[in-house]
């Protein structure tokens, strides 16, 4: 985020609150492919970006917990003996931080919170995972919990998932505090043991196309898949004992019993199980530097997110199948939860400017709305920064 940003949020902050004893950058992320893996303990290849949201905190004495959301201009007020969802949904991001700390057995004082950033809300970068993570490790600096990033970023999934309710992996999490300059994570979500893939090439951008589709829905949606996801591994455990997830599961076994499945059901599980293998491959190509293959697996990763796991959305349709046969276009599909966000592609570096003149008539033409185009460096993960 750039220094004019940070300083609005040091500013909104001291308007209200009085000096933040610490600042906090907490970045967006992007995933390069393994999408809806990792809450089937597959494997993801995401990144930290450099978009974020900053925190100013600062604790209090008395029990109080304030909240300020800086670009919502909205806040909240509670206790923390009574840390119960608001109602309001954005606060719940924190609040679940909140209760998961209590739950660790972890001391709060009581706080103040501003925030606010350049992670756009709703397309798909993560800007709760970022908010959640920022807000953890920040609490954790100040009070010396003494977690290290992989429990913050366990902490912060199941803030997610016990108290906003959305049942996500631990990929968004992850990669926000664990992000590192020019590099991208290959996280194994059953482990999580994590190499850093060096992702240096001047000779290629990351270019994320802003459906501008806020996907609302994505969180019962969210649920609804890894149920079907559950129901798929429940039946194949019947014929294969060991099996805990469909990353146990090969594509054969999943054929061997297509009768047995709803189709639907099925559907699901042939997505996962291929983007699973899908992602192994397309490290093996990114490693042996073959990025025709690896765009190639991008663009099967969307066709399977469409018409097997049903997550995208027209817009995300158009805007895959507009950039996918341009020239220098390596690979190009929809990125995250789906039902909105963004879409990701692989660029070739001079191949850029005729992206973007191509993109804008799709956008205006079809989508009927202004280009949103963001293009990507990889960052660090979240720290502190004052
Ligand atoms: C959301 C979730 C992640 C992951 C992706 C899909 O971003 O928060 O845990 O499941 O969707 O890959």
Redesign the pocket.
């Known amino acids: 985020m750039s220094a004019s940003g940070i300083e609005r949020v040091v500013n909104g902050f001291r308007e209200v609150f009085g000096r933040e004893d610490a600042l906090v950058r907490s970045p967006g992320r992007l ?1 390069l492919i ?6 089937n303990l597959g494997f ?1 290849l995401p990144a930290a970006v450099d978009k974020s949201i900053n925190l100013a905190i600062r604790l209090r004495d008395d029990g109080r917990i304030r909240l300020l959301a800086l670009d919502k201009q909205d806040h909240y007020e509670g206790t923390l003996d009574a840390v119960r969802p608001s109602g309001q949904h954005w606060p719940d991001y924190l609040l679940g931080v909140l209760r998961e700390f209590q739950e660790r057995g972890c001391a709060l004082p009581g706080m103040d919170c501003a925030f606010g950033g350049d992670v756009p809300i709703g397309c ?1 970068m ?1 800007s ?2 970022a908010l959640e993570g920022g807000f953890a490790f920040g609490l954790n600096e100040l009070l010396g919990f003494g977690l290290d990033r992989v429990e913050l970023a366990r902490l912060a999934q199941r803030a ?1 998932n016990r108290f906003v309710g ?1 049942n ?5 999490q992850f990669a926000s505090l664990m992000g590192r300059e020019k590099r991208l994570i290959r996280l194994d979500c059953r482990d999580l043991s994590y190499q850093y893939v060096p992702f240096e090439r001047e000779d290629i951008r990351i270019v994320l196309c802003d459906s501008q589709v806020s996907h609302s829905l994505a969180g019962s949606a ?1 649920n609804q898949r890894r149920a079907q996801c559950q129901a798929g591994v429940a039946l194949l455990k019947a014929h294969q004992p060991g099996l805990e997830s469909l990353r146990d599961a090969t594509p054969e076994l999943l054929e061997a019993h297509r009768a047995e499945f709803d189709p639907e059901v099925y559907r699901r599980c042939e997505y996962v199980v291929a983007e699973n293998l899908r992602v192994i491959a397309a490290c093996a190509a990114l490693e042996r530097g073959d990025l025709a293959a690896f765009g190639a697996a991008m663009n099967e990763t969307h066709a399977g997110l469409a018409h097997g796991y049903e997550v995208s959305c027209p817009e995300l349709d158009i805007l895959a199948a507009a950039a996918q046969p341009l020239p220098g276009v390596l690979g190009s599909r929809m990125m ?3 039902f909105g966000g963004c879409t990701i592609n692989l660029v070739e570096a001079p191949a850029l400017e005729t992206f973007l003149a191509a993109m804008a008539p799709v956008y205006r033409n079809q989508l009927h709305k202004d280009p949103i185009i963001h293009i990507c460096q990889l960052r660090g993960g979240t720290e502190r920064i004052a």
Do not use: F, P, Q
Request: hydrophobic fraction near 20%; charged fraction near 15%; proline fraction near 0%.
């Open positions: 995933n393994g999408e809806h893996t990792d809450h993801v798909g993560s709760s995972a997610e959305v996500c992996g631990i990929m968004d969210y995250g939860g789906g």
